[in-house]
């Protein structure tokens, strides 16, 4: 099969074109053909006249590649490498939402054909590629797997918003069912990631190690909000204490925050579900989920103290927020935890408008119902919040942040520690960081 791709003579299916799809398909059309496929027709629409949504790999990367882009399936037909790159989300108590992956299995499995390869790289835990997907795809297409064609999985690695990890330069975990379909694999993806890739011993191996990277993520940022907490009683600057511990060698430079997004928030409640079946329940893990997912109305509560501290009136006061994706410099909207911080604001009669010119808008409306302000439209406000840390945001102007505030009072916080806490503290700003 590896050398059908490379010749042309087989083609390359890409399921979902989100950030993660996307880059793939990019990266795979240098070396081969690629069908991308999307349930979102208007995503595809996008795609077609050129425009990057995920702004991953940009506009021109898109107008020039030799990927073919389609909401139609009947074009995975005709492939017989399949990557299926769908998001894998929580319900809301938690759980593993499987729907994505499942529908994808369907979709896959009715175009499979015989000889076919099918690598999962939605983030899963260890189990669901051949516990669920396998059965659906022998079911859909009515082959047999092992026999009429193999599975595999190779975890997704990337890193939105990050113009230095990129898809080629991260090492690719890959697996398959068998040592040919491992080789097969590895040496497709070899095509395109130039960090070279690592062999796992099994798929439940490549599926548990996905998911435990952001697990231990987690729990490291969970670790570092928990000491802000507790400076923050003492009255001492979190930052500050980092940057001397930092100073060790040894020191794990993590840094506290609100932690969102469509992987580090979501991927160990996989884990400790699984865990939960097998009758173990987690105690760190769970109690990282907890303190990370609490961020956000900690983070609007001392907002409110700082309001009380400047003499404002706090029902009816204004807060401009800016920044509201899950992370800088990226128009995720997916699972961010400002929208908490909006929301506890809301419950104590606070109005909130929110600055954030790379925010995905349409997104953003659809899943919150929220619309953002140009940054000129902001005026007469009692407090900011600078949530998250986008390059834009970072060479404002002091004076400039002075004048949209209402009186003389200047309430200002920091969510990441973006400004110079000293220079705005000798302004006359109020200042709060975690």
Known sequence: ???????????????????????????????ADVIGFDISKEKVAQYLN?????????????????????????????????IVAVPTP?????????????????????????GSIVVFESTVFPGVTEDICVPILEEESGLKCGVDFKVGYSPERINPGDKVHRLETIVKVVSGMDAESLETIAKVYELVIDAGVHRAESIKVAEAA???????????????????????KMGIDTKSVLEAAGTKWNFLKFTPGLVGGHCIGVDPYYLTYKAEQLGYHSQIILTGRKINDDMGKYVAENTVKILIKADKQIKGSTVAIFGITFKENCPDVRNTKVVDIIKELAEYGINVVVVDPVADQE???????????????????DALIFAVAHTEFRNLDINMLKS????????????????DKQHFMADGFLYWRL
């Open 363 to 381: 997104d953003l409306l659809q899943e919150y119902g929220i619309q953002t302000v140009y940054q000129d439209e902001v005026r007469n406000v």
């Open 210 to 232: 996905k998911v435990i990277e952001n697990s231990q993520r987690d729990i490291n940022i969970a670790f570092m909000n928990e000491l802000s907490i507790i400076f923050n």
């Open 1 to 31: 099969m590896y050398d059908s791709i490379v010749s042309k003579e087989q083609k390359i299916s890409i399921i979902g074109l989100g950030y993660v799809g996307m880059p793939l398909a990019i990266a795979f059309a240098k070396k």
């Open 90 to 114: 929580i319900n809301a108590d938690k759980t593993p939402n499987l729907a994505p992956v499942i529908s994808a299995s369907k979709t896959v499995g009715r175009n499979l054909t015989s």
């Open 50 to 82: 050129g425009i990057d949504v995920t702004k991953e790999v940009g506009n021109a990367a898109i107008k020039e590649t030799t990927a073919f882009f389609t909401g139609e399936e009947e074009y995975i037909k005709g492939c017989k490498f399949h």
């Open 404 to 419: 949209l505030y209402n009186g003389d009072k200047y309430p200002f916080i920091d969510v990441k520690g973006m400004f």
